[in-house]
C-alpha cells in the first residue's frame, strides 16, 4: 500500500515539475514524499 503511494506522489510531483507549479506546492509534495519513503523503508526494517 505505501509502496502505491509513493508511486503516486512521484506522479504528482513530476505533473508539477512539468507544468511549472508554484514552489511553495513542489517544496509541500516532495517534503511528503520523502515522508513516505522513510515510513516505507522504516516499515520494511521492521518486518
Known sequence: MLK???EQM???L???MEKGG???E???VSIALDQLIIDYYRQMSVI
Open 22 to 24: 508554484n514552489y511553495d
Open 26 to 28: 513542489i517544496y509541500k
Open 10 to 12: 512521484r506522479e504528482v
Open 14 to 16: 513530476n505533473d508539477l
Open 4 to 6: 502505491y503511494d509513493i
